[in-house]
Structure formats: C-alpha cells, structure tokens
C-alpha cells in the first residue's frame, strides 16, 4: 500500500485507475507500426489500437458536462505523444506512444505557436 500522497499517485497511475492531482487521465502506452496490410497508397502506412480507460471515459463525461453546463460546444480531446523507433528484430520503424486526457483549463488555440517544419517528408523516421 502506498506510503505517501506522491506514492499513491504512481500506484494509481501504474494502474491506469485514478485520475492524479493534475486533472489528468492517463491511458495506456501503445504503438503505431508499419501497416503489413497496405495495398493501395490510400491505405495508412501505420496502425495501431489506442485504448480509452474507464477513468479517461470518466474524464471525456466530465468534459463533456461541464461544457454543456457552460452553454459551450464540448471538445473532447485526447492528447498523444510519440517516440520514433526502430525494430531490433527487422528494423521496421515505429512510434512507441502515450495518451492522457487532461480535464482543467485549456489554453486559447489561436495563441498557440505553429509547429516547426520536420527536415523533409522522408526522414521523420
């Protein structure tokens, strides 16, 4: 059993059930690999299955009420983030990736600085 309230936030996180002090939800880890099924250039180069928590759900509800509460439009957003990496068993690459969904204040979009461009298309792996 956890000792402390820092101990009981990672025994919980570890866990994927409780939402820590930080309005966020986290989910579990996941990956995006190369699409072995692609027949078409249409088709997605990557896949993968990213799974919503009960406690996420909680947090997209949560959202959700407290938008139409507000008279707002709700946004429910998941944020996802990403790690480039090669297989060592055939050097295939893939993006190894986490998900949280955070429920306090957002900040206003149109303040936000664009992204930077990558290199080139080609080497983003």
């Known amino acids: 059993m956890p000792s402390s309230k820092r101990d009981e936030q990672k025994f919980n996180h570890n866990k994927g059930k409780v939402m820590d002090?930080?309005?966020?939800?986290?989910?579990?880890?996941?990956?995006?690999n190369n699409n072995q099924r692609k027949s078409a250039?249409?088709?997605?180069d990557f896949?993968?299955?990213?799974?919503?928590?009960?406690?996420?759900?909680?947090?997209?509800?949560?959202?959700h009420e407290k938008a139409r509460e507000d008279n707002r439009?709700?946004?429910l957003q998941v944020d996802v983030s990403g790690w480039k990496g090669?297989?060592?068993?055939?050097?295939?690459?893939?993006l190894f990736c986490k998900h949280e969904i955070y429920t306090g204040p957002r900040k206003d979009?149109?303040?936000?600085?664009a992204p930077k461009p990558a290199a080139s298309d080609d080497d983003w792996l």
């Open 21 to 32: 002090n930080n309005n966020v939800a986290k989910g579990e880890a996941f990956y995006l």
């Open 41 to 44: 250039d249409n088709h997605p």
């Open 47 to 63: 896949v993968g299955k990213l799974i919503i928590t009960q406690d996420q759900l909680r947090a997209l509800i949560t959202i």
């Open 73 to 75: 439009e709700p946004v």
């Open 86 to 94: 090669k297989s060592k068993n055939d050097g295939s690459p893939y």
């Open 109 to 113: 979009p149109s303040q936000r600085q």
